[in-house]
């Protein structure tokens, strides 16, 4: 059996609990084994095994094996991934400035992952993206969709923050490349919206403005990707509401899915 730490092994634990969640199983009785006590659960064994090696019960509904599977495997692969980009110092000045990494967060799978420039004051404070004034308006916006935060995926093109409000250096986006790519590959959703310019030039490999790339959908490996204005920039251009607005519910019907009445 591999050799697993006491740390890793809660890690992973909590992660089967959070799966189990997701799949939409609220409580599990606790026969007799308390999670402190429980003991080693291969990775690679299925569900019902787990449950019977910590002498759980779990209640309803049954799971759906595969895609339950599947998706337990993509949060391991995430939670390693986000252990990486946590220690990563490829870009030293960002390493050396940085109070946290700001991975990606939200729902795997979504119909929508919004992709931002880089992590701002308040992302590095909390290490979590879009929580500044730029993501209270982003809420506001996926309200009015009838979308809600945990519906939805955040990243940005790179996981640190600049210094002095800088924009990222093509330096920069280069190292954070393959963690961007591998991050959208795990989370695969149906549409990448790109907010402003950064995230659009890049993802796309494009110098084409967004106020010309909006309306229409574009191809990155295989997944369809829309761009509109940051909120950020709206905060400063809010004119430009009003085409943001368009470009949502373009997106939204484009899914199938209803705008909520008023
Ligand atoms: S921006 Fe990305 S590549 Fe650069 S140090 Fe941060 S995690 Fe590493």
Redesign the pocket.
Known sequence: MQNISLSELHKQIRMHLECLKVSGIEWLENNSTSLTSAPLIPEQLPLASMAVAQNVVVTSPAPVMPALHSLEKKMLLLQQLKDE?AS?????Q??QT?KN?VFGTGKIEPDICFVGE?PGITEDEKGIPFVGEDGLLLDKILKACGLSRDEVYFLNI???KPPDKRL?LLT?IS??R??LEKQLALVKPKVICCLGSCAAENLLDTKIPTNKLRGKFYDWKGIQVLCTYHPLYLIRNPEKKKEVWEDMKFLISHLGRSLPTP
């Open positions: 980009v990563c110092v490829k870009c030293s960002l390493a940085r990494t880089a790179i996981s640190c990222p920069e190292n954070c393959g963690f």
